[in-house]
């Protein structure tokens, strides 16, 4: 294998492995998901079955509004997504595993320790995972679709598609649990920070990453 998608490779799978760990620690910190885990945790709730297991269905949910907003099924497209899928979906399911000897959040130090936590391993996690240049998650990809079909910029398609997110799973919550479940405080500070974060991590730390990740292309093409 070339040894560029090795390192790429090594980024998406690291990048995907903390996105999980990043969103299982603000599930204990209880004070509202990020607006992307928000619908799997919703639905994880409301069924007893796991994040994993929703993780998935999920994003199988996001596929299918692909297909209708593009009216077409692109076969090879769908089918890597939906292997990025259940790699997360099984991260997501071993992170809840690793984290479960950590103490509940019972204080507000252990609440905040937990969320600016996740925050973090998340931004670091989006950061990996965009500077790797690999097909993207159902999630992502239907962001794209979103821009591309209503001439929205990506920033624009995100808070979009963020919205709709955590309004769905806000009403799932509601008519199920008859409580706000996945949604808190944490929800919104998370769809703003990680973004600020994440902004922040592209500028200083993402070339530094390309030049580690893409140097053999360099060297080719020289």
């Not at 509004?65 to 076969?75: A, G, N, P, Y």
């Not at 609440?111 to 996740?118: A, M």
């Not at 919205?163 to 929800?187: D, M, P, Q, R």
């Amino acid at each position: 294998m070339n040894h560029t998608i090795t390192k790429r490779l090594v980024l998406y799978v690291v990048g995907l492995f903390l996105l999980a760990l990043g969103s299982t620690l603000s599930i204990i910190a209880n004070i509202g998901v990020s607006p992307v885990t928000s619908l799997a945790y919703a639905l994880a709730l409301t069924t007893g079955l796991s994040v994993g297991i929703m993780t998935v269905v999920a994003n199988f949910i996001y596929i299918i509004f692909q297909v209708i907003f593009l009216k077409e099924i692109k076969w090879k497209n769908f089918s890597i997504q939906l292997m990025i899928t259940f790699l997360f979906g099984s991260f997501m399911d071993v992170a809840m595993w690793l984290i479960k000897p950590l103490p509940d959040a019972n204080s507000i130090w252990l609440i905040v320790l937990y969320f600016v936590l996740s925050l973090f391993l998340v931004a670091f996690a989006l950061l990996f995972y965009f500077t790797a240049g690999l097909p993207t998650m159902p999630y992502d990809s239907l962001t794209h679709v979103i821009a591309n079909k209503w001439k929205l910029s990506f920033g624009k398609a995100k808070i979009t598609s963020d919205l709709i997110n955590v309004v769905v799973s806000l009403i799932i919550c509601l008519v199920f649990i008859h409580s706000f479940g996945a949604i808190g405080i944490g929800t919104f500070i998370a769809a703003y920070g990680i973004g600020k974060i994440v902004g922040f991590m592209l500028k200083h730390l993402q070339p530094g990453l390309k030049e580690w990740g893409f140097k053999a292309d360099k060297k080719e093409n020289d």
